[in-house]
């Protein structure tokens, strides 16, 4: 439903995305700020449905805070573990035996995580590709009305017009004034996350 409002505020066809925008090219019919779950995909059913698309994301790699340091690399760090697990206790009853107990390499075990968190988040970009969504690494903010201006991850700074633009920026832990983050009793959602 809101793909569909968006696309008909949007009079005139789609324009073929270039890889950089400069305030000279193009006005795009939606800038989404934001690379995570609900920006990705709003950015790829926008291009879907033929708008021009840029999408700003300020990390540099696609997927927000799940997939790049909370739910996809725990999950990865958790299934090794289930592995090690599996090997100490079920093997021999499926007739493979050890001859040593087995052992945990952690740096292998976060070669893996790396791995995984990797190739889903060159799977987004390969799919923003696949639609022409252009992807641009660096921390979006509004300059005027109809222009985002972005501090590109390079160095290089540009401004983006737009005719719409969507915040999907996620949201960050505040922390209140009489209650610190101690990092013991009260944690920041990524302080326990970064692996």
Do not use: W
């Not at 999950?75 to 052992?103: M, V, W």
Request: hydrophobic share 40%.
């Amino acid at each position: 439903m809101f793909a569909r409002r968006l696309l008909s505020a949007c009079k005139r066809p789609a324009v073929a995305s270039s890889r950089f925008m400069s305030a000279a090219a193009a006005e795009q019919d939606l800038v989404v700020i934001g690379g995570g779950p609900g920006g990705y995909v709003a950015a790829i059913k926008a291009a879907q449905l033929g708008m021009s698309v840029t999408c700003v994301e300020k990390r540099g790699t696609l997927g927000g805070t799940c997939l790049n340091v909370g739910c996809i690399p725990s999950k990865a760090l958790l299934n090794s573990s289930h592995k090690y697990e599996e090997a100490i206790k079920s093997f021999a009853g499926h007739g493979i035996i050890l001859d040593k107990a087995p052992r945990i390499d952690v740096a292998t075990m976060m070669k893996q995580k790396t791995t995984v968190v990797s190739g889903l988040t060159k799977g987004i970009e390969q799919l923003f590709k696949k639609n022409k969504v252009t992807y641009v690494k660096g921390a979006g903010r509004f300059e005027s009305p109809g222009v985002v201006a972005v501090d590109g991850l390079d160095g290089q700074k540009q401004l983006i017009k737009a005719k719409n633009v969507l915040i999907a920026t996620g949201s960050d832990a505040v922390e209140i004034p009489f209650m610190k983050f101690d990092e013991k009793g009260l944690c920041h959602r990524l302080a326990r996350c970064r692996c």
